[in-house]
């Protein structure tokens, strides 16, 4: 079972209340089994949302606002929900400080990246789910 980035397959959940459907996930997706999560929305943050980035090993909105404990509960949350599905494998979006697998954003909000991992994904990596972005799909 694979879980996917609800915004990758067109759900309204990106912080600006959009989403970055992405027509090589759902070509990867034809014939197999996935579910569809957003770790934001499932800690209770809105959609549209200020922008958060990653700092140190905090979280902190545009406005400064620390939002370290919704990105862990998301983190938490939609590891459950691997566990309950079975998922083995997550396709997860680029450079989201949920989501991202190899970087992220420096914390800046200058749109400078760093390497490093989102909230989400490095708490499925450390589950041992295999994870994947988007742009490792592009051919
Ligand atoms: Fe997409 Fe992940 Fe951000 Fe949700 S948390 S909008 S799934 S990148």
Redesign the pocket.
């Known amino acids: 079972m694979i879980l996917v980035?609800?915004?990758?397959l067109g759900?309204n959940?990106?912080?600006n209340g959009g989403?970055?459907d992405n027509a090589a996930v759902h070509k990867f997706l034809e014939g197999k089994e996935y579910v569809v999560?957003?770790?934001?929305?499932a800690s209770g943050l809105l959609?549209p949302r200020l922008p958060s980035e990653i700092r140190g090993n905090k979280v902190y909105s545009k406005a400064g606002d620390d939002v370290t404990a919704e990105f862990r509960s998301?983190a938490e949350k939609a590891l459950a929900f691997c566990k309950a599905h079975g998922v083995t494998q997550a396709i997860?979006?680029a450079r989201?400080?949920?989501?991202?697998v190899r970087a992220v954003y420096d914390g800046t909000f200058t749109g400078h990246v760093v390497p490093g991992m989102?909230v989400?994904a490095q708490l499925l990596a450390e589950n041992g789910i295999e994870l994947l972005d988007e742009e490792d799909l592009v051919t």
Not at 5 to 8: F, Q, V
Not at 96 to 100: E, F, K
Request: glycine share 16%; charged share 15%; proline share 8%.
């Open positions: 980035s609800g915004c990758l759900v959940c990106k912080y989403n970055n999560f957003c770790p934001e929305r959609a998301g997860l979006k989201s400080p949920s989501c991202g989102g989400t």
